[in-house]
């Protein structure tokens, strides 16, 4: 059985049909990238499936339950967990509180007891910061040490997508939607990062559905390439097979001028 | 991980409470002798007043500040709390009183709810008498507190969900709701309408010690919560809504608890205000109050406890001791005392340049402000005939407050702390957030290895002669 099962999924907003019966699965311990031009529904399909929209009709299965009408705080506590294409830190707090707050709805204590420090509470604030160091140093010794206590706004900005992935890992679910874990991040970060979610699956035990405009990146960690054009799923399968589907090449490139529609037009 | 000398932290916070409280308890002392030095029963009762306005300013910062919502109904539960602390805590010869009143509209029944008689219904004569007021008075201000609470839970649950100033207006719109249904007749039995009643004991609002007592319990409950995961989640909240979300906070809970924790305590400043003004009255609880609360947190540092009680105080007493500004004087005292107050408006800028290394240090701003201040004084030795009267400072109080907040909005828009709180980490200048020399070269060695190794050798050379170590590789 596959860990997520999204099937016939369709979403409209007003006039516009944002998701046109999109359905397949990922497997446990998989890399599924989802790639398409832009506009082609990537975040809006995060979006489903983490709960801030509701599908229209069609359904997403997660470990055999429905993840439809929950809200995004209740499929966080089901173990699905995202990050965010531009970058939503809690830029006030620290690197370390940023990692202990997705933990807060693990914890098991009222809040009398979290006021008056009970031994049951600093022991699960003790695993917290525990777990929370246990995520970050996945990235090395960059969020470690001082940069525990900055501020989240004193970083660099692939530091803070680095927090960003350790946030969303620290939520403690299996599967982790990663909207574009290298925009805006140089080569050399990119290389590194492309290690690091390969890292994630083979050692953090993750399950990873990943939105990239990156076709290295894509090519290098990805199983299976799910391609989405206009809210439609347009191609599935190894990275090899999809970039020559003549279909995809049409989506990103338009189509040879012999082929093009009569009146011209370029496609969008 | 334990790099904090947590004894040392311990010690010396349990050391500086207790000389607060010896401090407050000489206050106490010396305002209640019968030859009370001069200004100190109005020092002390401006004490007493700051810290129940803090006990209110703190717990409007939980909504405010950690969870970010703009709430302006502080006043409601306040009042509520005030109100029932009233009620319960009435003195025999009060009740008395206010029965015999011609216009009273509490009745019999209404005036039986009190302490003393729940105490006396469970056989417990030794807690009513006049020496164990303070036992009744604790469970008073507890009970006031969640009435509150409730309340505040009833507010909440419909209204959080709307957000920014939606949210803003309906706290507004259910605080004044609740300050008029005070004064409605299907409550008057209760609360003898807009008269409201006298006779509140003033012993624990008036009392430094009790007052500092209900603001520390106050203080820690509200740091150790901010300090806690709840107040992790909270913040997160402040910060952003939908990211919170999406790491698995309950939106919807932790509103309303901080809501409702909030509602507690200002319900619990509610009955210590009423002590301190010694009765219950419904223009004792005006939007105003609010007002001036939201004026203690913008100037002292939204989200900051260490912040907002210095707003608080700032704002306290200004009124309490603003008093000379509203008196009568001539013109011309008028003037020398712009030219003072211009001539200090210069050296702050020139401090505030200093500190913050503006170039030129010399604004202009300086010479506007000090020729304003010469032009001033002038006018007031030469004294010319058309100046000649008085004029009575009528609300300058406020208008000073008012200056005083535009000057920190202008020249420090987070506050006089900003976010930062007290600790003793900063007093000892102990900060985690910045690197160790050993950091600082991996650091280096992280982003440059090139550099990195150059400055090693450059230092290598300083010390004189290579080391026989061998070099770490990059």
Excluded at chain 1, 114 to 127: N, S
Excluded at chain 2, 393 to 415: H, K, N, T, W, Y
Aim: overall charge negative.
């Amino acid at each position: 059985m596959a860990m997520l099962e999204v099937s016939n999924l369709n979403k409209s907003f007003g006039g516009i049909q944002a998701m046109t019966d999109v359905g397949f699965s990922v497997e446990e311990g998989e890399i599924l990238s989802v790639i398409g031009p832009n506009g082609a529904g990537k975040t809006t399909l995060f979006n489903l499936i983490t709960g801030v929209y509701r599908p229209d009709s069609g359904d997403i299965r997660f470990e055999d339950r429905s993840l439809v009408g929950f809200k995004p705080n209740q499929i966080v506590d089901m173990g699905v967990a995202r990050t965010f294409q531009n970058l939503r830190l809690f830029t006030h707090l620290s690197v370390l509180d940023n990692v202990l707050l997705p933990q807060h709805h693990k914890l098991r204590s009222t809040w009398m007891s979290a006021v008056f420090r009970t031994p049951g509470y600093r022991r699960q604030e003790r695993e917290m910061r525990e777990f929370a160091m246990e995520k970050l140093a996945f990235f090395g010794p960059r969020l470690m040490s001082y940069r525990l206590h900055q501020p989240v706004m004193m970083l660099s900005y692939a530091n803070r997508r680095r927090s960003e992935i350790a946030r969303a890992m620290a939520t403690g679910a299996k599967l982790l939607l990663l909207d574009e874990p290298s925009a805006g991040m140089n080569p050399k970060e990119t290389t590194e990062i492309t290690g690091i979610i390969r890292r994630m699956r083979d050692e953090g035990g993750y399950t990873i559905l990943l939105v990239e405009h990156k076709m290295n990146l894509v090519g290098e960690i990805s199983d299976r390439v799910l391609v989405l054009d206009y809210g439609q799923k347009i191609a599935e399968g190894s990275y090899q097979d999809v970039v020559n589907d003549p279909k995809v090449v049409e989506a990103y490139l338009g189509k040879k001028a012999e082929d093009a529609d009569s009146d011209g037009e370029l496609p969008a | 991980m334990e790099d904090h000398p947590r004894l040392r932290n311990t010690v010396l916070t349990i050391a500086g409470l207790v000389v607060l409280a010896l401090v407050m308890a000489f206050i106490d002392r010396l305002a209640a002798a019968d030859d009370p030095i001069s200004g100190i029963v109005k020092f002390s009762s401006a004490m007493a007043m700051f810290a129940i306005w803090g006990v209110a300013t703190v717990s409007l910062n939980l909504v405010n500040g950690t969870l970010g919502i703009l709430s302006l109904g502080h006043h409601g539960f306040m009042l509520i709390g005030g109100y029932t602390t009233g009620l319960l805590i009435l003195s025999d010869q009060a009740r008395g009183r206010i029965l015999d009143s011609a216009r009273s509209q509490m009745t019999d029944a209404t005036l039986g709810i009190s302490i003393s008689n729940w105490l006396e219904a469970f056989g417990l004569t030794g807690l009513t008498t006049d020496d164990t007021l303070w036992v009744r008075f604790l469970i008073a201000v507890f009970i006031g507190g969640l009435v509150a609470a409730v309340a505040g839970l009833l507010v909440g649950i419909p209204s959080l969900r709307l957000r920014g100033d939606y949210l803003a207006i309906v706290t507004f719109g259910f605080g004044e709701i609740i300050r008029l249904s005070a004064s409605t007749r299907i409550v008057a039995p209760l609360t003898n309408g807009a008269l409201g009643f006298p006779g509140v004991p003033q012993a624990f609002g008036n009392s430094t010690l009790w007052t500092f007592g209900f603001l520390a319990i106050t203080v820690f409950v509200m740091a150790k919560l901010k300090y806690s995961s709840y107040g992790r989640a909270m913040e997160g909240i402040r910060e952003d809504e939908i990211a919170a979300e999406a790491m698995g906070v309950n939106l919807a809970y932790h509103k309303v608890l901080g809501f409702a924790i909030s509602a507690f305590f200002a319900g619990v400043a509610g009955g210590l205000w009423v002590s301190w003004l010694g009765g219950v009255r419904l223009d004792f609880f005006l939007f105003q109050l609010t007002f001036f609360f939201l004026v203690a947190l913008s100037a002292g540092g939204t989200g900051s406890i260490t912040g907002v009680l210095l707003g608080t105080a700032l704002v306290v007493f200004v009124r309490q001791y603003g008093d000379p500004l509203e008196e009568q004087y001539a013109i011309a005292t008028w003037l020398v005392i712009a030219a003072v107050t211009l001539a200090i408006g210069a050296l702050g800028v020139l401090v505030f340049r200093y500190l913050q290394r503006l170039r030129p240090r010399l604004h202009p701003s300086i010479f506007v402000l000090l020729g304003a201040a010469g032009v001033a004084l002038v006018i007031s030795v030469i004294d010319p005939g058309f100046i000649e009267g008085s004029f009575r400072g009528f609300g300058m109080r406020a208008i000073f407050l008012s200056v005083l907040l535009i000057v920190i909005m202008v020249f420090r828009p987070e506050g006089i702390t900003g976010r930062a709180e007290f600790s003793w980490a900063a007093v000892f200048r102990e900060r985690r957030d910045q690197p160790t020399d050993e950091e600082r070269a991996q650091d280096a060695w992280l982003t440059n290895p090139e550099l990195a190794k150059r400055l090693e050798e450059a230092e290598r050379a300083a010390r004189g002669g290579p080391d026989d170590d061998e070099s770490e590789e990059g």
